[in-house]
Protein backbone atom coordinates (compact mmCIF):
# COMPACT_ATOMS: atom_id res chain seq x y z
CA UNK A 1 0.00 0.00 0.00
CA UNK A 2 3.09 2.47 1.04
CA UNK A 3 4.59 1.56 -2.51
CA UNK A 4 1.46 2.50 -4.57
CA UNK A 5 1.09 5.79 -2.33
CA UNK A 6 4.44 6.60 -2.85
CA UNK A 7 4.47 5.75 -6.83
CA UNK A 8 1.28 7.78 -7.36
CA UNK A 9 2.98 10.89 -5.33
CA UNK A 10 6.41 10.72 -7.57
CA UNK A 11 4.19 10.18 -10.72
CA UNK A 12 2.30 13.53 -10.23
CA UNK A 13 5.34 15.33 -9.07
CA UNK A 14 6.80 14.21 -12.36
CA UNK A 15 4.03 15.02 -14.14
CA UNK A 16 4.34 18.85 -12.84
CA UNK A 17 7.61 18.96 -13.80
CA UNK A 18 7.10 18.05 -17.17
CA UNK A 19 4.36 20.61 -17.43
CA UNK A 20 6.72 23.64 -15.66
CA UNK A 21 9.73 22.23 -17.98
CA UNK A 22 7.81 22.37 -21.37
CA UNK A 23 6.59 25.64 -20.42
CA UNK A 24 2.58 25.08 -20.54
CA UNK A 25 1.99 28.39 -19.34
CA UNK A 26 0.28 32.03 -20.08
CA UNK A 27 3.31 33.82 -18.99
CA UNK A 28 4.71 34.14 -22.84
CA UNK A 29 3.86 36.78 -24.90
CA UNK A 30 4.13 36.98 -28.35
CA UNK A 31 4.70 40.24 -30.58
CA UNK A 32 2.10 42.08 -32.03
CA UNK A 33 0.54 41.93 -35.66
CA UNK A 34 -0.99 43.79 -38.33
CA UNK A 35 -4.76 42.70 -38.84
CA UNK A 36 -5.73 43.43 -42.64
CA UNK A 37 -9.94 43.40 -42.56
CA UNK A 38 -11.10 42.95 -46.17
CA UNK A 39 -14.77 44.34 -45.18
CA UNK A 40 -15.88 46.56 -42.06
CA UNK A 41 -15.79 49.91 -41.30
CA UNK A 42 -14.15 50.40 -37.73
CA UNK A 43 -11.38 51.08 -36.29
CA UNK A 44 -10.43 50.51 -32.76
CA UNK A 45 -7.62 52.47 -30.71
CA UNK A 46 -6.58 50.04 -28.36
CA UNK A 47 -3.13 49.75 -26.06
CA UNK A 48 -1.65 52.29 -28.23
CA UNK A 49 -2.38 50.91 -31.58
CA UNK A 50 -4.98 51.45 -34.04
CA UNK A 51 -6.41 47.63 -34.84
CA UNK A 52 -6.83 46.57 -37.57
CA UNK A 53 -3.79 48.48 -38.44
CA UNK A 54 -4.93 47.79 -42.32
CA UNK A 55 -8.53 48.51 -43.58
CA UNK A 56 -10.03 47.81 -46.91
CA UNK A 57 -13.56 49.50 -47.71
CA UNK A 58 -15.36 50.66 -50.98
CA UNK A 59 -15.76 54.33 -51.85
CA UNK A 60 -18.65 55.98 -50.00
CA UNK A 61 -17.50 53.82 -46.72
CA UNK A 62 -17.78 55.54 -43.44
CA UNK A 63 -15.14 54.70 -41.37
CA UNK A 64 -15.51 55.49 -37.22
CA UNK A 65 -12.51 55.09 -35.13
CA UNK A 66 -13.10 54.57 -31.36
CA UNK A 67 -10.57 55.46 -28.70
CA UNK A 68 -10.72 52.58 -26.33
CA UNK A 69 -7.54 53.87 -24.28
CA UNK A 70 -7.77 55.78 -21.19
CA UNK A 71 -5.00 58.64 -23.13
CA UNK A 72 -6.09 61.34 -25.08
CA UNK A 73 -5.38 60.16 -29.04
CA UNK A 74 -5.60 62.60 -32.48
CA UNK A 75 -5.71 60.47 -35.70
CA UNK A 76 -4.51 62.65 -38.45
CA UNK A 77 -4.27 61.80 -42.29
CA UNK A 78 -0.56 61.65 -43.23
CA UNK A 79 -1.61 63.92 -46.25
CA UNK A 80 -4.24 65.89 -44.45
CA UNK A 81 -7.69 64.38 -45.87
CA UNK A 82 -9.07 64.39 -42.15
CA UNK A 83 -8.33 65.51 -38.91
CA UNK A 84 -10.27 63.82 -35.76
CA UNK A 85 -8.67 66.59 -33.74
CA UNK A 86 -8.17 65.36 -29.65
CA UNK A 87 -10.00 62.43 -28.77
CA UNK A 88 -10.64 61.54 -25.53
CA UNK A 89 -11.31 57.65 -23.72
CA UNK A 90 -14.86 56.44 -25.45
CA UNK A 91 -14.40 59.05 -28.13
CA UNK A 92 -15.63 58.48 -31.36
CA UNK A 93 -14.71 59.96 -34.82
CA UNK A 94 -15.74 59.43 -38.46
CA UNK A 95 -14.82 60.52 -42.01
CA UNK A 96 -16.40 59.27 -45.38
CA UNK A 97 -14.05 58.07 -48.10
CA UNK A 98 -15.47 59.38 -51.52
CA UNK A 99 -12.11 58.70 -53.68
CA UNK A 100 -10.20 55.62 -54.35
CA UNK A 101 -6.84 55.39 -52.81
CA UNK A 102 -4.49 54.70 -50.24
CA UNK A 103 -5.05 56.91 -47.16
CA UNK A 104 -1.82 56.56 -44.51
CA UNK A 105 -2.41 57.89 -40.99
CA UNK A 106 -0.95 58.44 -37.37
CA UNK A 107 -1.52 60.05 -33.87
CA UNK A 108 -0.07 63.09 -33.49
CA UNK A 109 0.39 63.04 -30.31
CA UNK A 110 2.07 59.66 -30.46
CA UNK A 111 3.65 59.35 -34.05
CA UNK A 112 4.72 55.64 -33.53
CA UNK A 113 1.00 54.61 -34.13
CA UNK A 114 0.49 54.47 -37.74
CA UNK A 115 -2.59 52.77 -39.88
CA UNK A 116 -3.67 52.93 -43.27
CA UNK A 117 -7.39 52.96 -45.35
CA UNK A 118 -7.38 51.65 -48.76
CA UNK A 119 -10.30 52.64 -50.54
CA UNK A 120 -11.45 50.95 -54.06
Known sequence: MKKSIISAIILMLSAVLLISITGCSSSKTTAPTTVTLTSGNSVNIV????TPGTLNISV?????????????????????????????????????????????????????????????
Open 47 to 50: NFAF
Open 60 to 120: GTTVTWTNSDSVTHHIASDTGVFDSGDMSQNAAYSFTFSNAGTFPYHCTIHTYMKGTIIVK
